[in-house]
């Protein structure tokens, strides 16, 4: 099937693909990849209306579509590079939202120093979950079922992701395998692992059956992208013990 392509409202938008070979970095058996092929699909700056588009830019912001078919990267499935984001305010990263809308992910989110991490969780999404990136947070998207995984995201459209701490220690602490969870020696400290289950916050005025796009209606909501330091009680209630 073809996933290069997204067309909506009329309009036609193209992916960025990332290839497996570019995963090579941060992959837990880099020897293990036979060959190479189209591992996820990047549709950036992605708009409804024209009216829509406007105001996205008017408030700086960001929505991004991603497809990741099911597969493996050797024995570890497949997943993303991982990255972090800079600093916005008040030592708090900028951070970010994302909206199952097909299939199920496997976010893995950590909070480190150097190569060691302070905390390590995991939140298992289904079809409709919001799954907010807390500040100071990497994060890594993994599709562990044998579906297609399709997710957007918000995010604060003024600054560059960083990549090269996952790939300076090969990914996130832990990996996902057929076996199961490794563990990345790579790192000096490795917390143990929570998993946590998705709540959208009732500040986001958002019921599970709704795309978040419709956020761009009240795009105010979307403040805590880039001033999470006056947002804390949103990051709070975004997850709870599954």
């Not at 991982?82 to 990263?93: C, M, Q, R, V």
């Not at 220690?169 to 917390?191: H, M, Q």
Request: net charge neutral.
């Amino acid at each position: 099937m073809n996933y290069e392509t997204i067309e909506i409202s009329g309009k036609e938008f193209n992916a960025a693909i990332r290839m497996a070979d570019d995963l090579l970095p941060v992959l837990a058996y880099p020897e293990e990849l036979r060959e190479n092929f189209k591992a996820y699909f990047m549709f950036r700056d992605v708009y409804y209306s024209k009216t829509d588009r406007v105001k996205i830019i008017q408030n700086k912001l960001r929505y991004d579509i991603t497809i990741i078919p099911p597969g493996r990267l050797g024995s570890e499935f497949i997943k993303t590079y991982g990255h972090i984001h800079p600093i916005a305010e008040n030592n708090l990263s900028y951070t970010e939202i994302y909206d199952v809308l097909e299939g199920e992910a496997v976010y893995l989110l950590q909070k480190s120093e150097n190569n060691r991490v302070i905390d390590f969780f995991v939140v298992e999404a289904l079809k409709g979950d919001k799954v907010i990136i807390p500040p100071n947070y990497g994060h890594v998207t993994i599709n562990a079922s044998n579906k297609v995984l399709k997710m957007a995201n918000w995010v604060y459209r003024d600054f560059s992701s960083d990549y090269m701490p996952y790939k300076k220690y090969r990914g996130a602490c832990y990996y996902l395998t057929e076996d199961g969870w490794v563990k990345n020696d790579n790192y000096s400290n490795i917390p143990e692992m929570r998993i946590l289950k998705p709540v959208i916050p009732k500040e986001l005025g958002l019921k599970k059956s709704e795309e978040m796009y419709k956020l761009i209606k009240t795009p105010a909501i979307l403040e805590f992208l880039y001033r999470p330091s006056e947002n804390l009680k949103i990051f709070e209630e975004a997850f709870k013990e599954k």
